[in-house]
């Protein structure tokens, strides 16, 4: 495997593990809001990390 | 030509496996062949029968576009990977249940309890979280209860309420339960778990002021400092000052639980919650990969019989024979009414096109039944004798270890008390017997493979990290139920008087988690004070409302199905439907007029009654005799009015098919109309 390979393939296995962490949560919110708000400022990091527990935790998510 | 050889071949290996494990009656076996049995299952499964039931019974339509898609906000509705979707959905269904229902199950035998979780999982469990999941989609991520309301009618969204909120209430009591036996008079195990409390704290402090949503550094720390707690209890354990102030009894150790989930479910979840869930999710998936790999490279040898003699409802752990107990018992590992609700919550919302729903619905669900036979693994590997030494209660067994372990070998398993000491040492603990609930016996077993796997000499810290990583998400388990408990109960209660509904105001905050508290804690309290162990009634009245819950969504299910038309599909939820109304009406039936006492709820409440009145009862047992008392007979009724719930449900059910295939008015279709994908995709780019 050529070494250009190897780079793109642990970046992708880099952004799979951020993504089920949720880090990369807020950069979707922002992408979201740059082109769907436009004009309007976005939640700050903090606001939104908040606004997602409350959102994650008012339901049914964790079984037995 | 190729493939179809190739999946010949698996049908002949998983044939040939299912045979071994089923026919072979030596001393041991190895567990190579349950994993390969079960690898085949899953893979037909997979391959053949959920690619059938997506394609012909759900008709997944991969240009209908998504909620996801068309509603995408950017915060709960965003289209996402697949995988990744794959592995929150999975996260959120995953819990201790399939871990402990199938070391409890093992009293029967590896083999009885093994065959359901294969079975029940592909043809049951994993059609129920995949349909549930792909009706939700359609409906723009509509819970359950909303979803029976909309599409059979008030009776079945009232009924779909009142059963969650009562399996809720039973679950957190039962894991309470497992918790606090786990903890009792182990300092290492209660320091450990104290441990956790303050470094979720930390670490939710962390993600929201120092550095806000980097949950993967976080989760890091919080990881490494949890590992340190585990080696940390063991000093503790070692002081004799510290040692006194954490050996504590099991009552003390309830109305900690009991304080700690109220507390829990008032505070704002970033501050203990959220954290302690990243936490409990790392470790789960780390956790259960760990196991898979460790049974994998040491190949462990099952000690216990195929069959064991309890299959005719004699067993120490629970009464009730084989049928139906068996599939009351193993519950979350087969099916799981609960992951209707979370197939119903926040996974349809991330769902970036229909056809991923079979991978993320039946392909979590079946990594969860793997998850239960490792669990039953685990439990079998060790030998028989020591298994039922842990798990008995002394109620049962006697309450000496000499009177414990001459009842246990009297029953052709072999035990000493010296092996139980030195085991008990081994593991750190000052002894082992009679700590039931399931997760001592499951953390030994799980302490065993993976010292051999990785570092012998590490026994006691390998047990106390698997009962560190029980106790962390049954902790979460804890709080998320109560918050929902709350939630629920809130709303029912804005009907009478409109500011209760109010989510964030104080006092119905207050007054619902303390209702919601006084409920679980009230059936945990008693669980600890009965001296046969709570677990044999916690466990079963469990089991009955978990597959209650199943039964109600299999019901949405199959009257959605016909309601569409598809009448001659209708098996593929109508089957495993009309199995768990035998089932669960079998075991209530069985639980409530039993004339054995370790069976009947009423015939031990009016054994101990006529044993009260006689006077014949130790001073300490006639202290709680009432209460005991009282408990088994509000449990008959519970268990009368978990299956009255069902029945009606599936009445609801049949009354509104009957009315779709006779062309007579029912509710309407309530799915979201068709948009083209491509039409989203399309002002997607444009904008």
Request: charged share 10%; proline share 5%; with cysteine.
């Amino acid at each position: 495997m050529s070494m250009q390979r190897l780079t793109l393939w642990a970046a992708a296995a880099w952004n799979m593990i951020r993504s089920l962490a949720t880090d990369d949560a807020y950069d979707k919110y922002l992408a979201h809001h740059a082109h769907a708000h436009a004009g309007s400022p976005p939640m700050s990091r903090r606001a939104f990390y908040l606004q997602q527990q409350q959102c994650k935790w008012t339901g049914v998510s964790r079984c037995c | 030509m190729i493939r179809k050889a190739f999946w010949m071949l698996v049908a002949l290996v998983g044939a040939f496996a299912i045979g071994g494990i089923a026919i072979h009656r030596g001393e041991t076996i190895n567990a190579m062949w349950i994993v390969v049995a079960a690898i085949c299952v899953y893979s037909l499964g997979y391959r053949f029968y959920s690619a059938w039931v997506a394609a012909k019974v759900l008709s997944v339509d991969p240009t209908r576009a998504t909620p996801a898609l068309r509603l995408n906000n950017g915060r709960d509705f965003v289209p996402t990977h697949r995988w990744i979707v794959f592995g929150h959905h999975f996260a959120a269904i995953a819990g201790p249940g399939p871990l402990i229902g199938p070391t409890l199950a093992a009293q029967f035998g590896y083999l009885p309890g093994t065959l359901w979780i294969l079975v029940g999982g592909v043809l049951g469990g994993c059609v129920q979280d995949m349909t549930i999941l792909f009706l939700s989609t359609r409906r723009n991520g509509r819970s359950l209860g909303q979803m029976a309301r909309d599409e059979l009618g008030p009776v079945g969204g009232f009924a779909a309420m009142l059963g969650t909120l009562t399996i809720m209430i039973i679950l957190i009591a039962v894991l309470g339960l497992v918790v606090v036996n786990a903890m009792k008079h182990s300092p290492w195990a209660t320091s450990t778990v104290f441990a956790t409390i303050p470094i979720a704290v930390l670490i939710g402090v962390y993600l929201r002021n120092i550095r806000p949503g980097r949950v993967l550094e976080g989760s890091l720390i919080g990881l490494a400092l949890l590992l340190f707690a585990v080696v940390g209890g063991g000093w503790v354990d070692s002081h004799p000052a510290l040692r006194e102030l954490f050996n504590l009894e099991g009552k003390p150790l309830a109305w900690f639980v009991i304080g700690y989930g109220f507390i829990a479910a008032v505070l704002p979840v970033w501050l203990l919650l959220a954290p302690r869930d990243y936490l409990s999710t790392f470790l789960k998936l780390g956790t259960v990969l760990l196991l898979a790999l460790a049974v994998i490279l040491m190949r462990p040898e099952i000690h216990m019989p195929a069959v064991t003699q309890f299959i005719d409802g004699t067993g120490p752990i629970f009464g009730g024979a084989l049928f139906p107990f068996v599939f009351i018992t193993i519950a979350c590992g087969a099916i799981s009414g609960f992951h209707a609700l979370v197939s119903s919550g926040t996974t349809p919302k991330l769902i970036g096109n229909e056809a991923d729903v079979r991978m993320i619905g039946y392909g979590s669900m079946m990594l969860e039944s793997a998850v239960a036979v490792m669990a039953m693994i685990a439990a079998t590997l060790l030998q028989p004798g020591v298994y039922f030494a842990i798990n008995s209660a002394p109620g049962v067994v006697g309450a000496t270890a000499e009177a414990a372990v001459a009842t246990i070998t009297s029953w052709g398993f072999p035990v000493t008390v010296e092996q139980m000491q030195f085991l008990a040492k081994e593991m750190g603990e000052s002894t082992l017997f009679a700590r039931t609930g399931g997760a001592p016996s499951l953390a030994v077993g799980m302490a065993s493979i993976f010292s051999s796997a990785f570092g012998e000499s590490m026994l006691a810290i390998w047990y106390h990290f698997a009962i560190m990583f029980e106790a962390v998400f049954i902790l979460t388990t804890l709080d998320a139920g109560t918050r929902v408990g709350r939630f629920m109960l809130q709303d029912a209660l804005s009907h009478v008087w409109k500011p209760m509904g109010e989510t964030s105001w104080y006092p119905s905050v207050l007054i619902a988690s303390g209702l919601v508290v006084a409920g679980w804690g009230y059936f945990l309290y008693i669980g600890v004070v009965d001296p046969n162990g709570g677990i044999n009634i916690l466990w079963p009245l469990f089991g009955i409302a978990n597959q209650l819950l199943a039964g109600i969504a299999l019901c949405v299910a199959t009257g959605i199905l016909i309601k569409q038309g598809k009448l001659r599909y209708c098996w593929v939820t109508g089957a495993p439907l009309a199995w768990l109304a035998i089932v669960t009406t079998a075991a209530t039936w069985e639980k409530v007029v039993s004339s054995d006492p370790r069976v009947g709820f009423l015939a031990a409440a009016d054994g101990l009654a006529a044993k009260l009145a006689a006077g014949t009862l130790p001073e300490a047992q006639a202290a709680v005799a009432p209460q005991l008392i009282f408990n088994q007979r509000l449990d008959a009724v519970l268990a009368v009015l978990l299956v009255l719930i069902l029945w009606v449900v599936i009445a609801d059910m049949l009354r509104v098919s009957v009315r779709a295939v006779r062309g007579q008015p029912v509710p309407p279709n309530s799915e979201a109309p068709h948009v083209d994908i491509n039409s989203i995709k399309i002002s997607a780019e444009a904008a």
